[in-house]
């Protein structure tokens, strides 16, 4: 009775839920307890290939036989047997013979087999079956519970696992949202900080067009200054010199009143002149920022052609002035515009420069284009321009003078543009090219009072 | 003021000076100041028209300017040379370019001046360039 509830009380002992661990508890309670010689197992575990077989001894078998050579033996023994359970056999090993029974664990075995073995002849008894049986079946149980224990284990342990990992994936992806969220919010933040800095290029960019303009006003000023200071030094001259003769035509004896008065008549129409030229040139540079309004193209055409004429006549250039009556006003700002005629006029006078076998003749006419449009154009007969270098004059710098700018064209280029008009040259029939401008009488979208950038005049023009 | 003619090379008691200019206001206004010098003087639009006027081999001192249109007043300065006329020559202009001015006096000219000039230096021009021949 002890020993039954000894044995049933084993499952205390297996704590570790090892299932070599719980057989030998097994097989060290069934040895001890049944006095047998020794005590074999053998587990099957599903799933896996090897089986595990334990042994336990009593201290003389010990002495007998390898434990080895026993497992082998029985191994074989019950491989044959087929497995006729709880049928113990009498059989001989070493030099002895010994009772041996096999106790299937679990359904028909499915989970191994105890054999336990005894030199005596009469083992098993009917107690020491049940006791078997008993133990078989602790042991039984006690292998499932262990599975499923282990199996448990390992369900929690994946169920972890997964559970990490998705953690994980999850961390991941925050981590690589959150990345995400703050790339994207640098990006915004720099395409920002594009979207400043091309409006400042922008501000930087008409700033820079204004200044360009009033650098050829400057620049222009300076080759415009060698013409102007002729045209005021011319009367000066005349000044100096008659009053020069007037002084000595008063101290004559007698005193020459009729020549005096003569000088002194030139001395006065001499320093009109000198005069006039100062007022035009103040009325054409007084202006500092650009400033559009409506006004004349012929108005203004002519004072360009009179500040220019002395120069024009030097150069043996005959200028005829063609401007359309009733030409509609425009809106455009007046010292820029003057300025694109004055660098057309010096252009063409320069074109002409070593022009002999014939007149040297420039023709500025306008006329109105269409509705809404004014036209100019400065007509030549000089060496005249490929249609390669047609387009490419306009470039900033391209110049085929040797002492020329070059940024005349393309300043002229940049304000026609600015007034929402074109510039552009064609070749003559005869020699010579032809310089034009066109610009909108009323240019749509006025920002700030000062003309809009630039929009693209389809139309052609035919001389 | 009264002042010694020199004998020109015509052998005329008042030395004839032509100017060339195409200024108006200078032909007209400074052969009367020559005249007050005490000189005869002549006035040409043009070095063209000084060299078809048949005044060279009278003038005893030429007074050019020296741009304008067509020929220039170095090139008919060229030109006299060219024909051997040896006609003292004083440039007058309105331009401050010195390396005309140093050009053209390499070339060996009488004088330079730059308008507007006073009648001294004028005078004083007009006497080198006389004496000089």
């Known amino acids: 009775m002890n020993d039954l509830l000894s044995l049933i009380a084993l499952p205390a002992f297996w704590s570790g839920n090892e299932p070599s661990q719980i057989i030998l508890i097994v097989l060290d309670a069934l040895l001890g307890m049944l006095n047998l010689d020794f005590v074999y197992a053998r587990l099957e575990s599903p799933g896996e290939a090897a089986s595990v077989e334990l042994l336990r001894m009593s201290e003389s078998w010990r002495l007998k036989l390898p434990a080895p050579e026993i497992c082998s033996v029985l191994r074989i023994w019950f491989q044959d047997e087929a497995e006729k359970p709880f049928s113990p056999v009498r059989k001989r090993l070493w030099d002895e013979d010994i009772s041996v029974i096999p106790v299937p664990l679990g359904i028909n075995g499915g989970m191994g087999t105890i054999v336990a073995a005894s030199e005596r002849a009469s083992f098993p008894e009917q107690t020491e079956s049940l006791l078997l049986s008993v133990a078989a079946n602790q042991a039984t149980v006690g292998l499932h519970e262990a599975r499923l224990l282990t199996a448990q284990k390992q369900l929690a342990m994946d169920l972890d696992r997964r559970v990490a990992e998705r953690t994980v994936e999850v961390a991941t992806t925050n981590q690589e949202l959150r990345r995400e969220i703050v790339e994207r919010a640098l990006v915004e933040a720099r395409l920002r900080h594009e979207e400043q800095e091309v409006k400042q ?24 200054t060698a013409s102007i200071a002729h045209e005021i030094n011319q009367p000066l001259s005349g000044i100096v010199t008659n009053a020069s003769t007037c002084l ?216 | 003021m009264a002042m010694e003619s020199p004998n020109d090379r015509g052998g005329n008691a008042r030395p004839l000076l032509s100017v060339v200019d195409d200024d108006e206001s200078v032909r007209e206004s400074l052969p009367d100041l020559l005249k007050e010098f005490g000189f005869a003087a002549r006035a040409f639009s043009s070095a063209q028209e000084f060299l078809s006027s048949g005044c060279l081999t009278e003038t005893s001192c030429l007074i050019l300017d020296i741009s304008m249109p067509g020929m220039s007043g170095p090139e008919l300065y060229q030109e006299l040379r060219r024909r051997g006329q040896d006609i003292p020559i004083i440039f007058i202009t309105g331009q401050r370019d010195e390396t005309i001015r140093t050009r053209v006096l390499k070339q060996g000219t009488a004088g330079f001046l730059l308008k507007p000039f006073s009648d001294a230096a004028l005078l004083t021009a007009i006497n080198m360039a006389l004496q000089a021949t």
């Open chain 1, 248 to 463: 000595r035509m008063l101290s004559a004896d007698p005193p020459n009143i009729d020549g005096a008065r003569e000088t002194v008549r030139r001395t006065i129409r001499d320093g009109n002149r000198a005069a006039d030229v100062i007022t035009r040139l103040r009325a054409l540079y007084s202006k500092k920022e650009p400033s559009p309004e409506f006004m004349d193209l012929n108005e203004a055409a002519r004072e360009v052609t009179a500040l220019s004429m002395s120069e024009l006549q030097r150069s043996t250039v005959v200028l005829r002035e063609e401007l359309e009556d009733d030409l509609p006003s425009v809106f455009g700002d007046r010292v820029q515009l003057q300025q694109v005629i004055f660098n057309l006029l010096r252009n063409a006078a320069d074109a002409m420069r070593t022009v002999e076998d014939r007149p040297r003749e420039l023709t500025l006419r306008t006329r109105r284009d269409g509705e809404n449009r004014v036209q100019l154009s400065v007509k030549d007969a000089g060496v005249g321009i490929t249609p390669q270098a047609a387009e490419k004059i306009f470039d900033a710098f391209y110049t085929t003078k040797s002492d020329g700018m070059g940024i005349g064209l393309s300043v002229s280029r940049s304000i026609i543009e600015a007034h929402q008009g074109r510039l552009w040259a064609t070749a003559n029939d005869g020699p010579g090219c032809t310089f034009w401008f066109a610009i909108p009488c009323n240019p749509q979208a006025l920002a700030d009072g000062e003309p809009g950038l630039k929009q693209a005049d389809s139309s052609a023009d035919a001389a």
């Open chain 1, 201 to 224: 290029k922008e501000e930087a960019l008409a700033k820079a067009r204004s200044e360009l303009a009033k650098m050829v006003q400057i620049t222009s000023l300076g080759v415009l």
